[in-house]
């Protein structure tokens, strides 16, 4: 699954696909080590080990140990800028060129 965010301030976003964002990752970048290898189990529908109560159980987990707390770290330019180029920033997350010249720019 792929997250991705928009920079409004690079333009007006009228719910633009993930692909046109200007910063984007899979989500299991945002996941613990740990929990990548499970993430990918866990997708892999053909895998019956899982019960279907389970799987949703962890994928739900997973979504709101990792995905919804990165969002909430990049909720404005300012938060993005805070923990851009950090140990907060996922690793294999993407800001591109445009974007990059957003975040690393002066904010004053």
């Not at 990752?25 to 053909?46: K, M, N, V």
């Not at 909720?75 to 851009?84: F, K, M, Q, V």
């Amino acid at each position: 699954m792929n997250v991705a965010i928009w920079l409004c301030a690079l333009g007006e976003g009228n719910d633009p696909p993930h692909h046109k964002c200007q910063i984007r990752c899979r989500w299991e970048c945002l996941a613990a080590s740990t929990d990548q290898q499970h993430l990918g189990q866990l997708l892999d529908l053909e895998d019956v080990s899982f019960d279907d109560r389970v799987r949703a159980f962890e994928v739900t987990r997973i979504i709101t140990d990792f995905v919804l707390p990165f969002f909430a770290r990049t909720t404005s330019l300012t938060a993005i800028r805070s923990i851009y180029k950090t140990e907060l920033w996922p690793r294999g997350c993407l800001a591109y060129a445009v974007a990059q010249r957003l975040i690393e720019s002066d904010p004053t």
